[in-house]
């Protein structure tokens, strides 16, 4: 049981780091609906590998989530659909698909609720070392091109001007985005995954002085309601994902009055 | 040499022709203002110049392919929408402009040299006021030595006298640095003893001439009535 734990915990610390960063990049760049319908639409990768009969649908899932963040992105700039709409028909397509062909398999299926909900204790041991790498390549890729995707976000027009090509970097943010989503479901599930990348910084945003200010903090809210997330669960037996936004959303109540209510002193 | 030469150019939005049929060179290090009233294409013209914007006809930078010489401009815009949210410092905000990093302490103490911006380095960028944004926006432009400077009403939010100061440091780079200015304005006062050549843009071009001889029936061309505007109302 300790080492089922230890391995939650720390798959749930690293992915919470990611989130933590990429949620800022996502919050610029209104892209939350985005993440919420990557999400709601991997229901039909887990549709495709129940009627596959695989024991680990993980890499449906993600080939899945791939296609539709190019799909997304393509549409995005060669249409003049607007971008919520989008994601909002993308995601219905396939989430009905996906319940259509899941309503057709006989018996229990105790890995839907785990996909609904999230469940970090429960991975197989090719998803915590899976998750584990993407998670490092991902930190490398973020430490890497920071500076660039910030800017190809907040002013592709000056992104262009110094020759970073905002197109590429554009893409590969939404692909690392979506595998980032689909791969956070093991643990916040299809209905909480938003919420590991809006609130830590939001919350930061709150206490940030500058924006390496917002990143650290940001890491470290996300952090902290991973631990205390966990105690909660193992103390009181909540479950585990709900537990963490449940404490991440009680410290955004707090700072939000807190900074709106001494604006009015 | 010509550091911006635009050949047949034609621009539409939805399918409307803004800009029709537009040819014109512009001298290495010198200081161009576009003028002609609202809607009538002169912020088309200068994103299409950035690349920002499909066309046909052609566009020459430094006598190089126009989207290989982006790089050796550097762009004010006309407005600039700040991201609450985002708690970034004037520092970081620069930071993100520069090509080498390596040199961006230099860079900016080379750029505060013109543009006086090193008491706005940790303020927040969501917490400048608007004349305190296109400054940093003007040393922004700066930061990567450019050949080219183009600017679009860059100092509508500045008080009188961070305008005088704006346009004599624009003045300096070019002197100094021979940077090529090209600048749109609705300031005509400042053309006479400012610029080295003034374009009139109304979708198409009516003028293109030295600043010294744009006169009041020019103007008046232009905007489609008199315009008593010092010294253009005086020459004949």
């Known amino acids: 049981m300790a080492l089922i734990l230890a391995k939650a915990l720390i798959i749930t610390l690293w992915l919470s780091v990611v989130f933590a960063i990429f949620g800022i990049f996502v919050i610029i760049k209104r892209m939350a609906f985005f993440s919420d319908g990557i999400a709601h639409a991997a229901v039909l990768g887990l549709a495709i590998g129940f009627t596959m009969g695989l024991s680990n649908n993980i890499i449906i899932i993600i080939l899945e989530s791939i296609i539709f ?10 249409t003049k659909i607007n971008p919520d709409a989008l994601v909002s028909i993308i995601f219905v397509i396939s989430l009905s698909f996906g319940l259509i062909i899941l309503s057709s398999q006989k018996g229990y299926q105790p890995e839907l609720i785990n996909f609904i909900i999230g469940n970090p204790l429960v991975m197989s041991n090719f998803d915590f070392y899976f998750i584990l790498i993407f998670c490092l390549l991902t930190l490398i890729f973020i430490i890497f091109n920071f500076k660039k995707i910030l800017l190809v976000i907040l002013d592709p027009t000056e992104a262009r001007l110094i020759n970073i090509n905002s197109y590429t970097y554009e893409l590969v943010f939404y692909i690392f985005l979506a595998l980032s989503v689909v791969l956070g479901i093991k643990i916040g599930g299809v209905m909480l995954i938003t919420s590991f990348l809006i609130l830590p910084p939001t919350i930061a945003s709150f206490i940030a002085k500058s924006l390496q200010d917002l990143i650290s903090k940001s890491i470290i809210i996300a952090v902290v309601s991973v631990i205390v997330g966990y105690m909660l ?21 707090l700072m939000f009055f807190n900074k709106y209510l001494s604006n009015y002193k | 040499m010509i550091a911006l030469e635009v050949k047949n150019l034609t621009v539409r939005l939805v399918n409307n022709p803004i800009i029709q049929n537009l040819n014109f060179k512009i001298k290495e290090g010198s200081i161009t203002v576009i003028i002609g009233p609202n809607g009538a294409g002169k912020t088309t013209l200068l994103k299409t110049i950035i690349g920002l914007l499909p066309y046909q006809g052609e566009i020459k930078i430094l006598d190089g392919e ?27 905000f620069l930071y993100l402009s520069i090509i080498d990093d390596k040199n961006f302490n230099d860079k900016i103490d080379d750029v505060n040299k013109y543009v006086s911006i090193a008491h706005l380095y940790d303020k927040k960028l969501n917490q400048l006021s608007g004349g305190q944004l296109e400054r940093v926006l003007f040393a922004r432009s700066l930061l990567n030595n450019p050949k080219i400077l183009i600017l679009d009403e860059p100092i509508s939010e500045t008080d009188i006298s961070g305008q005088e100061e704006f346009y004599v440091v624009l003045k300096k780079l070019n002197q100094e640095k021979n940077i090529t200015i090209l600048i749109v304005t609705h300031e005509l006062s400042l053309i006479d003893n400012f610029a080295s050549h003034v374009l009139c843009l109304n979708h198409r071009m009516i003028c293109d001439l030295p600043a010294k001889e ?11 009535k008199d315009l008593f505007v010092y010294p253009f109302n005086n020459k004949k």
């Open chain 1, 233 to 253: 669960a193992y103390l009181y037996n909540f479950p585990v994902s709900a537990s963490i936004i449940l404490f991440s959303s009680i410290i955004f109540i």
């Open chain 2, 66 to 92: 126009h989207k290989s010489m982006l790089s050796s401009i550097g762009y004010v815009p006309q407005v600039y929408t700040v991201d609450n949210f985002l708690p970034i410092t004037v520092k970081e």
């Open chain 1, 69 to 78: 963040a190019i799909l997304i992105f393509l549409l995005e700039k060669n």
């Open chain 2, 214 to 224: 744009l006169k009041g029936d020019v103007l008046k061309k232009l905007y489609n």
